[in-house]
């Protein structure tokens, strides 16, 4: 129960500073829905260390979501931190492809695709 209430209060933190966050586009969950829900939640998972748990959520938000650029940005980011560069590569193209203008998400996703 005080693992779940803390996480919990982890990820309102988390939904609080990122309303904040000065960083751009590519470091914060855009939109609202059911899509961006999952994101955030994801993103407290990420940060915990629960790289299964989050690639799953943002695997399940990109289902609701297929065109959403940054949800396959976030994907190719958690691969990566699993060393499964290959899935990486092909979520970060598949984020350029989808992501129109967004100029710092095409960046964001050109250093992933760069990295050895």
């Given at each position: 129960?005080?693992?779940?209430?803390?996480?919990?209060?982890?990820?309102?933190?988390?939904?609080?500073?990122?309303?904040?966050?000065?960083?751009?586009?590519?470091?914060?969950?855009?939109?609202?829905?059911?899509?961006?829900?999952?994101?955030q939640q994801a993103q407290v998972l990420?940060?915990?260390?629960?790289?299964?748990?989050?690639?799953?959520?943002?695997?399940?938000?990109?289902?609701?979501?297929?065109?959403?650029?940054?949800?396959?940005?976030?994907?190719?980011?958690?691969?990566?931190?699993?060393?499964?560069?290959?899935?990486a590569n092909q979520f970060a193209h598949?984020?350029?492809?989808?992501?129109?203008?967004?100029?710092?998400?095409?960046?964001?996703?050109?250093?992933?695709?760069?990295?050895?």
């Amino acid at each position: 129960m005080d693992s779940m209430r803390a996480g919990l209060t982890l990820m309102i933190i988390t939904l609080l500073l990122g309303g904040c966050s000065s960083m751009g586009p590519t470091t914060t969950v855009p939109g609202s829905g059911p899509a961006q829900v999952l994101l955030q939640q994801a993103q407290v998972l990420k940060q915990q260390g629960q790289l299964d748990r989050a690639i799953a959520l943002t695997e399940r938000a990109v289902r609701i979501e297929p065109r959403n650029a940054y949800a396959w940005y976030e994907l190719a980011l958690l691969y990566s931190a699993q060393g499964e560069h290959a899935k990486a590569n092909q979520f970060a193209h598949r984020s350029i492809q989808l992501a129109n203008e967004n100029q710092a998400l095409i960046r964001a996703n050109q250093r992933l695709i760069e990295r050895p």
